[in-house]
């Protein structure tokens, strides 16, 4: 009995958002200290890499826009992650529902070109989420009826939108003049509105929906009958339904509203991006990297925020490294692969602490 | 039978204990060679426990086996098994997508890489040729029939040199008809010289085939014997004993309308067999109708039932005096029907929600907590906090998670939830299992208060002496059917103990 006071004691030492920061710094000096060995193997001087990254980042209002902007659809993606995760639905369907709700926006935006400026982007985004909320609506249906795991069939139908816009870009969508897989340029009238004072309009006012969105959720989550379900349904199933809650349909809901939320971030790629056509690979690994943002942010959605931030500035500040230094541009995805690792570790090694005290009082019990 | 076929088996002061709970308790049994011997108790009298350490599961605290007169001891049960002792468990140890040959195979093999199969063909030949028992090999055990599958098990248990054969509640499964194919297989296992142990609670059973007996009660042995000089009656009154708790003074229940009306209810289980059949019940407001009956006797299936999440055959269940058309648990909570069911962990509580949350998970989505989707989060907390007060639920505060709650504190937490949404008719599913005393003394207050309030309390127990402490009325529930209805003033352990035990064919 000492011995599981003793272990009570030493698991209520420290507040638990110590433990989480400290981990999220770790992390992030550990993928600090990856960066700069790889750095000094290929011959570059960690420092001048450090001051090439900034300037590239956050150096001038010009880059900041390009990174902030970019944060977005990272953003968007893992929010969709933290709203099936708390549904207990666990699905990867986020690269297919990027690229359905791209092509379902691409296709409204490439014939919006007669439509007032407010009335074309309104419709653009209504079609991104529409996409994705529908190609995500094919999984949870498949969930509902049949009980196919989501987390396979959304996996499937990845494959199943990646030809299809293969498909799209070639054939109905292809508009480029010199016949390239890609489709005609959208009307400027259809393109996300920047800030003015922003050299090179970089910056897309779509970056409010990094604070706007995060609270809506928050809010829904904590204050609405509606994500108490779904909270409920995600924490114990079987309680919910035995309590009169229908899981299902709660579970279904989430799938949905989660596609929707990428087939948004698809469309933010392409109407608030540097590249206002569709493209094959305008996907460019957002569907994934979103779950790792959401992984990194311990699903809240005030921290995905951050986190998106920082995804986004490895992207960029990538670009900028291999313009100033000759850095290989493969580095910054290197660097985004052991982040990813590194947030796994770190994942794994707070699930052990947390666990260690609870199983020894269960041994001594019984 | 001869008089001393031999010892084969032979405990001698064994006892188990687990923590400071004393399962078996210098427990004393002889089995010989060519009897069926039948242990006789109810649920958690011990029978489980002292099988597992005859069958190497568990090893005694104390006390010593011998077979055939030598001291044994298995620490594995390879180990019994080798020595020839084997237990058709109530759930099969088949793996269903193998066929009943390869599932012979599935024996610890001579060598690694030899292939078992010529030789378990071999086997179940012979094992066929002494018993008469043949199973289909090349069939696959997920399309064999429940006493098919029975069968196998036993194959598989002889094919491996077992003499001393353990069933445990074997009929459970069973029809009629296969029952006594398996009754007659068990003389003539015993008429050739093997040892049958029969765990059962049906005392039909226990009369058509037992030679002699062993009835274990709080873990000690109450008595033994053999079959032709006893009577069923005096069987039940051993197993059920003297009431420990003494019926507790309280004011007599004044019954008011029907707050639950079930009329004919039949109703399957997974395995598609009836778990229900045609069982008709009544709870008036302001009374506590208890329901008695050994596990398995169809009370999940009933609860399940009533809540809405599985399927009636027939049969109709109204609330309140208001007829439950599309069954849902919504429309069961809706009709003012409160649960506390058995399974806490599973089906009751969300692990990894706040307390404040756990507490308030029903209220939390009405008025007037909640309005046009919108949670009233001040009304919550307040609400949460008087039921935590209230209910004497220790915890930090409403935002610890649930997870981190002891047991019984947990369950305090289910009984708020339930009795504070103001329910017609509360049913409660074991509500002290595995609570202390105080904690016990609590909810057994609380559930009597909700009565005398006039609420209707339906409670379903294993335990029959928190069925004789609390119920006004005790409907007894054996193999799917109710099998009377008494009045608690009347009510005796041995009364209900034998409706309990009662066959199939008792009127």
Known sequence: ?366 | MTTDPGPALQLTGITKRFGAFVANDRIDLGIAWGEVHALLGENGAGKTTLMRIVTGLYQPDEGTMRLDGEPVTFRRPEQALRAGIGMVHQHFTLVPTLTELENLTMAPAFLPWANGRSAARRKAAEVERATGLRIEPDRLVADAAVGERQRLEIVKLLSRGARLLIFDEPSAALSPGEWDELAKLMRRLAGEGHAVVLISHKLSEVFAVADRWTVLRGGAVAGTGDIAGTTPAELVALMVGESLAPRRERTPATPGGPALVIEGLTVARDSGATALDEVGLEVRAGEIVGIAGVAGSGQSELVEAVLGIRPVAGGTIEIGGRRLERRTPEGFYAAGGALIPEDRHHVAVIGGMSLGENINLRALRHAPLARRGRIDIGAARVRARRLIEEYEVRATGEHQPMARLSGGNQQKAVLARELSTDPSLVIAVQPVRGLDVRATEFVYRRLTEHRDRGGAVLLISMDLDEVLALSDRIAVLAHGRVRGVLDAADATRAGIGSLMTSSEVTA
């Open chain 1, 1 to 366: 009995m000492t011995a599981a006071a003793g272990l009570i004691r030493r698991d209520r030492g420290m507040p638990a958002w110590v433990g989480r920061v400290v981990t999220q710094l770790g992390v992030a000096a550990a993928a600090l200290v990856v960066a700069a060995l790889l750095l000094l193997v290929i011959g570059v001087s960690p420092v001048d890499a450090a001051s090439a990254f900034w300037s590239g980042t956050f150096g001038s209002p010009t880059n900041a826009g390009t990174t902030l902007t970019q944060a977005v659809p990272l953003f968007l993606v893992a929010l969709g992650w933290i709203v099936a995760d708390k549904a207990g639905r666990m699905h990867v369907g986020f690269p297919g529902q990027v690229v359905t709700g791209g092509c379902a926006a691409a296709a409204v935006g490439l014939h919006s070109g007669g439509l007032p400026g407010v009335v074309a982007v309104v419709l653009c985004a209504l079609a991104g989420i529409a996409g994705g909320a529908l190609w995500a609506g094919i999984v949870a249906w498949l969930w509902a009826s049949r009980g196919v795991l989501e987390i396979v069939s959304s996996l499937l139908l990845n494959l199943v939108a990646l030809q299809t816009l293969a498909w799209l870009v070639r054939g109905p969508l292809q508009g480029s003049l010199d016949r390239q897989p890609q489709s005609a340029n959208f009307p400027a009238s259809a393109l996300w509105p920047a800030v003015e004072s922003v050299p090179g309009r970089t910056l897309s006012y779509d970056v409010i929906l990094l604070p706007l969105l995060a609270a809506g959720l928050i809010w829904v989550f904590a204050r609405t009958t509606f994500g108490f379900e779904l909270r409920a349904s995600g924490g114990n199933l079987e309680a919910a339904r035995w309590s009169g809650i229908n899981p299902v349909r709660q579970g279904v809901t989430a799938i949905v509203i989660s596609g929707g939320l990428a087939g948004l971030a698809g469309a933010a790629l392409l109407f608030a991006g540097s590249a206002p056509w569709l493209s094959e690979g305008f996907e460019a690994g957002i569907g994934f990297n979103g779950i790792a943002v959401a992984l990194l942010a311990r699903n809240s959605p005030v921290g995905a925020i951050l986190t998106a931030i920082v995804f986004s500035s490895l992207n960029v500040g990538g670009t900028s490294l291999q313009a100033l230094l000759d850095v290989p541009s493969s580095l910054a995805s290197v660097l985004q692969g052991a982040v990813i690792v590194l947030v796994l570790v770190a994942a794994v090694l707070a699930h052990r602490r947390r666990r260690a005290a609870p199983i020894k009082m269960k041994e001594l019990v019984a």
